[in-house]
């Protein structure tokens, strides 16, 4: 059988079951129900009738006992006229009363001369009312029996009222017309017994009426109740059968349809869990639909497990193919390790080794040459492998975003510096457009990851000045307007008027290797691996980079990064002298010239004052000349080099004649030493490197500070004892020259063991700090470390990595094996010396706090010494603890902020050691080297608290009188 028949066979039970319901209601019931309503209300209003007959019966009584009883003539007529009108309506003279209770009609007659509601209609005698009614033939006849016992009654109270008026005489038994009224005869005719008789006779009359309209009324209730009865109980039959009937179908259909579709469902369930084994049970009876899905669901799960046992084979391929993939990632870092180390050896001899010591010395102009350009060729392949290895690390999903609270004008000004030289040296103009004033100082405070951020801007710009050779490069920095205020996306916009590229060789242009075609590679150079990384690091940062470019006139890239903005610190105000300056700017550039006006307008300069600008030095003669006719001269002029109508100095020098009392900066992309010396010896009183930055305007408009409280640190790393454990010899000359020449005392080890064994017989005081090299024969790096650490005496003496591996699980390792810190193969001069300055002692002769230094700083004051020693050991009396979380986070710009203000105010008194520690942090700050970071670290908390032990008795010397 079919899903469909039954479902047909069903529906059509049910709907004849409705039907039958239907028929029996609306042909019985509702019928029979109707017939009781009208037999109830034609009872009611029956008897209703007949009592309203026997209520006017009383009624007109009662009217003649008070007009019998009245002497109120006036009151008289009322009863009269009532009593009266009561007959002619019951004879059919008058209408009806209206309404449902004519007694309430009549009662008000009785007190009112009118009614509010007169009697309309039609006047029909009693008899024909009631007819009309449906009265039986019988209860008409009673009724006129009623009637005829009201007329017998009515003949004494007429004679009652008559007399009452005089108009009947009592001796002749007469109605009279006029007369004496008989009130008394009156009064007792209508009590008299006679009339009580009339009255009873009447009452049985109205009576019987009842009693036949009660007997008629009830039977016909009663056989219209008991056929609405019989039609209930039909219904209650018919659906009784109807319900056996139902029962019977929902059997058949739970045993052909719901049991198979439960065990069906259970089946399926069995598979959903994951028991392919599960089957349709044999004997499984149904309608066709349900067997034919249960056959379906037993080749579904033979289906399932045959592409299961397909895929257990292919997962175990897989897994095998999956091995072996990640032993060769596995072999490709260590090869990337190896490689790093392998090439960054000789890197170290050559790019920041022999060429930086052979520059050092007396060579002739071509030797010098040849050096200069061999370092430079040295430098440029060290950027390449650093491609090579950054792109590594993101290939082996090794780069991490780091998310810290960073300057974005800080970010900008250093990507800038670094392609600040090669662009003056092909004499491009470099342009940096602050779009976005909320982004300057410190309400440009964000969170993210600066460095990495740092270097996409970096690649962008070396990039547009590498294939741009004339013309200019312009960095646009700007902010999209975003709906929530806690998040800020920075775009970062570099246009420059290069080589330009086609629309095919774009779409390639981010491709790993790949640069728009072969004979760029072999004019520019490079590994074509800088954009891909620029584009890999973007999206890190979830963010976008588009480009946009045409063969002969320039590119554009925009970087967009969305990134949460940070709570801004109080920025200082303005100076007043900038805001009231009178500034001419003179550029031949169009774009630079607006640019710098546009940056001074940002910072407040020439808001009272005035702000002009010139395109060549005519024109800035000629301003100024009108400008001293105003009587109102130049305060500040900033003035380019190079002009096409005249040489600087000769515009220098006229200008100054004019404007005697105005300050001069010189302003050029071309940062010569001459250029310097002549714009000075002609009275420039600064120098700017353009692209100007935000920072250089506030130093030009900074007001003048008092000469500086610190004194310049000493050069070198002078009484340095250093242990150096290098395998190579070439790179232990190398290291041991360098430092040397720095003041250092070297010793040499050949590898661990060797440095072991010389640390142990000269014991922990020997040395301030030890270079490790991490790769050595005999005994590497990390293992003679980690068994110096487990000699106690050797716990304070500081181990810094030196390798020339450059992936940061390296420097983890090295960490992790009780190294204090990292210094990156190739040596860089400034690093090294930053990272070994603070582990330099200090003279034993030297005091922690020279007040004798401090009060010439101060002006002899010793009041204002007290007080400013009093406040600094307020500030730092709990130490640098809290900075831990700027350098854990990578908040170099803060850290680099603090450790700079401790430095100038060690300076101020008089802390010389102190000052050149928290130098040395700085610089680490500076150059977001987290390893020189932490070896800089306990040397300046422990010179901190060596000055802050010694500032109580400080105050004391100062309030007894002598600072010594």
Same mark, same amino acid.
């Given at each position: 059988?079919?899903?469909?028949?039954?479902?047909?066979?069903?529906?059509?039970?049910?709907?004849?079951?409705?039907?039958?319901?239907?028929?029996?209601?609306?042909?019985?019931?509702?019928?029979?129900?109707?017939?009781?309503?009208?037999?109830?209300?034609?009872?009611?209003?029956?008897?209703?009738?007949?009592?309203?007959?026997?209520?006017?019966?009383?009624?007109?009584?009662?009217?003649?006992?008070?007009?019998?009883?009245?002497?109120?003539?006036?009151?008289?007529?009322?009863?009269?006229?009532?009593?009266?009108?009561?007959?002619?309506?019951?004879?059919?003279?008058?209408?009806?009363?209206?309404?449902?209770?004519?007694?309430?009609?009549?009662?008000?007659?009785?007190?009112?001369?009118?009614?509010?509601?007169?009697?309309?209609?039609?006047?029909?005698?009693?008899?024909?009312?009631?007819?009309? +009614?449906?009265?039986?033939?019988?209860?008409?006849?009673?009724?006129?029996?009623?009637?005829?016992?009201?007329?017998?009654?009515?003949?004494?109270? &007429?004679?009652?009222?008559?007399?009452?008026?005089?108009?009947?005489?009592?001796? !002749?038994?007469?109605?009279?017309?006029?007369?004496?009224?008989?009130?008394?005869?009156?009064?007792?005719?209508?009590?008299?017994?006679?009339?009580?008789?009339?009255?009873?006779?009447?009452?049985?009359?109205?009576?019987?009426?009842? !009693?036949?309209?009660?007997?008629?009324?009830?039977?016909?209730?009663?056989?219209?109740?008991?056929?609405?009865?019989?039609?209930?109980?039909? =219904?209650?039959?018919?659906?009784?059968?109807?319900?056996?009937?139902?029962?019977?179908?929902?059997?058949?259909?739970?045993?052909?349809?719901?049991?198979?579709?439960?065990?069906?469902?259970?089946?399926?369930?069995?598979?959903?869990?994951?028991?392919?084994?599960?089957?349709?049970?044999?004997?499984?009876?149904?309608?066709?639909?349900?067997?034919?899905?249960?056959?379906?669901?037993?080749?579904?799960?033979?289906?399932?497990?045959?592409?299961?046992?397909?895929?257990?084979?292919?997962?175990?391929?897989?897994?095998?193919?999956?091995?072996?993939?990640?032993? /060769?990632?596995?072999? &490709?870092?260590?090869?990337?390790?190896?490689?790093?180390?392998?090439?960054?050896?000789?890197?170290?001899?050559?790019?920041?080794?022999?060429? @930086?010591?052979?520059?050092?010395?007396?060579?002739?102009?071509?030797?010098?040459?040849?050096?200069?350009?061999?370092?430079?060729?040295?430098?440029?392949?060290?950027?390449?492998?650093?491609?090579? +290895?950054?792109?590594?690390?993101?290939?082996?999903?090794?780069?991490?975003?780091?998310?810290?609270?960073?300057?974005?004008?800080?970010?900008? /000004?250093?990507?800038?510096?670094?392609?600040?030289?090669?662009?003056? *040296?092909?004499?491009?103009?470099?342009?940096?457009?602050?779009?976005?004033?909320?982004?300057?100082?410190?309400?440009?405070?964000?969170?993210?990851?600066?460095?990495?951020?740092?270097?996409?801007?970096?690649?962008?710009?070396?990039?547009?000045? &590498?294939?741009?050779?004339?013309?200019?490069?312009?960095?646009?920095?700007?902010?999209?307007?975003?709906?929530?205020?806690?998040?800020?996306?920075?775009?970062?916009?570099?246009?420059?008027?290069?080589?330009?590229?086609?629309?095919?060789?774009?779409?390639?242009?981010?491709?790993?290797?790949?640069?728009?075609?072969?004979?760029?590679?072999?004019?520019?150079?490079?590994?074509?691996?800088?954009?891909?990384?620029?584009?890999?690091?973007?999206?890190?940062?979830?963010?976008?980079?588009?480009? *946009?470019?045409?063969?002969?006139?320039?590119?554009?890239?925009?970087?967009?990064?969305?990134?949460?903005?940070?709570?801004? =610190?109080?920025?200082?105000?303005?100076?007043?002298?900038?805001?009231?300056?009178?500034?001419?700017?003179?550029?031949?550039?169009?774009? !630079?010239?607006?640019?710098?006006?546009?940056?001074? @307008?940002?910072?407040?300069?020439?808001?009272?004052?005035?702000?002009?600008?010139?395109?060549?030095?005519?024109?800035?003669?000629?301003?100024?000349?009108?400008?001293?006719?105003?009587?109102?001269?130049?305060?500040?002029?900033?003035?380019?080099?190079?002009?096409?109508?005249?040489?600087?100095?000769?515009?220098?020098?006229?200008?100054?004649?004019?404007?005697?009392?105005?300050?001069?900066?010189?302003?050029?992309?071309?940062?010569?030493?001459?250029?310097?010396?002549?714009?000075?010896?002609?009275?420039?009183?600064?120098?700017?490197?353009?692209?100007?930055?935000?920072?250089?305007?506030?130093?030009?408009?900074?007001?003048?500070?008092?000469?500086?409280?610190?004194?310049?640190?000493?050069?070198?790393?002078?009484?340095?004892?250093?242990?150096?454990?290098?395998?190579?010899?070439?790179?232990?000359?190398?290291?041991?020259?360098?430092?040397?020449?720095?003041?250092?005392?070297?010793?040499?080890?050949?590898?661990?063991?060797?440095?072991?064994?010389?640390?142990?017989?000269?014991?922990?005081?020997?040395?301030?700090?030890?270079?490790?090299?991490?790769?050595?024969?005999?005994?590497?790096?990390?293992?003679?470390?980690?068994?110096?650490?487990?000699?106690?005496?050797?716990?304070?003496?500081?181990?810094?990595?030196?390798?020339?591996?450059?992936?940061?699980?390296?420097?983890?390792?090295?960490?992790?094996?009780?190294?204090?810190? *990292?210094?990156?193969?190739?040596?860089?001069?400034?690093?090294?010396?930053?990272? +070994?300055?603070?582990?330099?002692?200090?003279?034993?002769? /030297?005091?922690?706090?020279?007040?004798?230094?401090?009060?010439?700083?101060?002006?002899?004051?010793?009041?204002?010494?007290?007080?400013?020693?009093?406040?600094?050991?307020?500030?730092?009396?709990?130490?640098?603890?809290?900075?831990?979380?700027?350098?854990?986070?990578?908040?170099?710009?803060?850290?680099?902020?603090?450790? *700079?203000?401790?430095?100038?105010?060690?300076?101020?008194?008089?802390?010389?050691?102190?000052?050149?520690?928290?130098?040395?942090?700085?610089?680490?700050?500076?150059?977001?080297?987290?390893?020189?970071?932490?070896?800089?670290?306990?040397?300046?908390?422990?010179?901190?608290?060596?000055?802050?032990?010694?500032?109580?008795?400080?105050?004391?010397?100062?309030?007894?009188?002598?600072?010594?």
């Amino acid at each position: 059988m079919k899903l469909r028949s039954i479902s047909h066979g069903f529906s059509a039970a049910v709907l004849l079951a409705l039907l039958a319901n239907v028929l029996v209601f609306w042909g019985l019931v509702f019928p029979a129900r109707e017939a009781t309503r009208l037999a109830v209300d034609d009872r009611e209003r029956a008897l209703g009738f007949v009592q309203q007959i026997e209520d006017e019966n009383a009624l007109l009584a009662e009217l003649v006992q008070g007009f019998t009883a009245r002497t109120d003539r006036q009151g008289d007529l009322r009863y009269l006229n009532t009593y009266y009108e009561i007959l002619e309506v019951r004879d059919g003279v008058s209408p009806a009363p209206p309404g449902p209770d004519p007694m309430l009609y009549w009662r008000e007659r009785m007190r009112l001369k009118d009614p509010a509601t007169p009697r309309t209609g039609t006047p029909a005698p009693l008899l024909e009312r009631m007819s009309r +009614l449906g009265f039986a033939p019988d209860e008409l006849a009673a009724t006129g029996r009623v009637l005829a016992a009201a007329q017998y009654m009515q003949e004494l109270e &007429k004679v009652a009222m008559a007399a009452t008026q005089g108009l009947f005489d009592t001796a !002749s038994g007469e109605f009279v017309d006029d007369g004496r009224p008989e009130l008394y005869f009156a009064f007792e005719l209508v009590r008299s017994r006679e009339y009580e008789d009339r009255r009873l006779m009447l009452a049985e009359a109205v009576s019987e009426l009842r !009693s036949q309209v009660r007997a008629r009324t009830e039977a016909a209730t009663a056989l219209a109740r008991e056929r609405l009865t019989t039609g209930i109980q039909v =219904a209650f039959a018919v659906n009784a059968l109807l319900s056996l009937l139902f029962y019977a179908g929902v059997r058949v259909q739970r045993r052909l349809v719901l049991e198979p579709i439960r065990t069906l469902s259970r089946v399926a369930a069995r598979i959903t869990d994951g028991d392919y084994d599960a089957r349709t049970p044999p004997g499984t009876r149904g309608v066709d639909e349900l067997v034919s899905l249960g056959r379906a669901l037993d080749a579904m799960a033979n289906r399932f497990q045959a592409e299961l046992a397909a895929r257990e084979r292919s997962s175990q391929e897989l897994q095998l193919a999956r091995d072996e993939a990640n032993e /060769a990632t596995e072999a &490709k870092s260590r090869f990337v390790r190896n490689m790093s180390h392998e090439m960054r050896t000789p890197m170290n001899t050559i790019v920041l080794g022999l060429t @930086h010591l052979s520059l050092q010395t007396d060579l002739s102009p071509e030797q010098r040459d040849f050096v200069d350009k061999a370092q430079g060729a040295s430098r440029m392949m060290l950027a390449l492998i650093n491609d090579v +290895l950054d792109f590594s690390k993101i290939e082996a999903g090794r780069m991490s975003i780091e998310s810290a609270r960073f300057s974005v004008e800080e970010v900008v /000004a250093q990507a800038i510096e670094l392609v600040r030289q090669p662009a003056q *040296h092909k004499e491009l103009e470099l342009l940096c457009d602050w779009a976005d004033p909320s982004l300057l100082a410190a309400r440009g405070m964000l969170r993210g990851d600066a460095l990495r951020l740092q270097q996409v801007l970096a690649n962008l710009l070396s990039n547009a000045v &590498k294939f741009t050779p004339r013309g200019q490069v312009r960095l646009t920095v700007d902010s999209l307007p975003q709906d929530d205020e806690t998040t800020v996306e920075l775009r970062l916009a570099v246009e420059d008027t290069g080589i330009g590229m086609t629309p095919e060789q774009v779409q390639g242009l981010f491709r790993e290797f790949v640069q728009a075609d072969v004979s760029t590679t072999r004019h520019f150079g490079g590994t074509g691996l800088g954009l891909a990384i620029t584009r890999r690091l973007v999206e890190l940062m979830a963010g976008t980079i588009e480009v *946009h470019s045409e063969p002969g006139v320039g590119s554009r890239f925009e970087v967009r990064v969305a990134l949460p903005r940070e709570r801004a =610190a109080e920025a200082p105000p303005p100076s007043p002298e900038a805001g009231t300056a009178r500034v001419l700017v003179v550029d031949d550039q169009q774009d !630079s010239r607006l640019v710098l006006l546009g940056l001074l @307008h940002t910072q407040g300069v020439g808001s009272a004052g005035r702000l002009a600008a010139a395109r060549d030095g005519t024109q800035a003669v000629a301003i100024a000349e009108e400008a001293l006719r105003e009587g109102r001269p130049f305060d500040r002029v900033l003035l380019e080099w190079m002009l096409p109508d005249a040489d600087g100095a000769a515009v220098l020098q006229r200008l100054r004649e004019l404007m005697p009392a105005a300050r001069f900066s010189v302003v050029s992309a071309y940062g010569s030493d001459e250029i310097r010396q002549r714009a000075r010896a002609l009275g420039a009183a600064d120098f700017v490197a353009k692209p100007v930055l935000p920072e250089d305007l506030r130093r030009l408009f900074r007001p003048a500070e008092p000469p500086a409280a610190r004194t310049p640190p000493p050069a070198g790393l002078p009484g340095l004892r250093v242990l150096l454990v290098e395998d190579h010899p070439l790179n232990q000359e190398l290291a041991a020259s360098l430092l040397r020449r720095r003041g250092a005392q070297v010793a040499i080890a050949d590898n661990g063991q060797v440095a072991l064994q010389t640390l142990a017989a000269r014991g922990p005081g020997a040395f301030d700090v030890v270079l490790m090299d991490v790769q050595m024969p005999v005994l590497d790096g990390l293992e003679a470390t980690r068994r110096l650490r487990r000699d106690a005496r050797f716990d304070a003496l500081p181990v810094m990595a030196m390798t020339a591996h450059a992936l940061d699980e390296e420097r983890r390792r090295c960490l992790a094996a009780g190294m204090q810190g *990292h210094i990156s193969k190739p040596l860089d001069v400034a690093a090294l010396e930053a990272a +070994l300055a603070p582990f330099v002692r200090a003279p034993l002769a /030297a005091p922690v706090l020279d007040l004798d230094q401090a009060l010439r700083l101060v002006g002899g004051s010793a009041e204002l010494l007290e007080r400013t020693l009093s406040a600094f050991a307020a500030e730092y009396g709990a130490g640098i603890a809290a900075w831990a979380a700027w350098r854990d986070q990578g908040r170099w710009p803060e850290l680099r902020r603090a450790a *700079h203000t401790l430095q100038g105010l060690a300076g101020t008194v008089g802390a010389a050691a102190l000052r050149e520690r928290a130098l040395a942090l700085e610089r680490a700050a500076a150059r977001q080297d987290a390893a020189v970071a932490a070896a800089a670290w306990r040397p300046l908390d422990d010179a901190l608290g060596e000055v802050l032990a010694a500032i109580g008795p400080a105050l004391r010397s100062l309030g007894a009188g002598s600072p010594n």
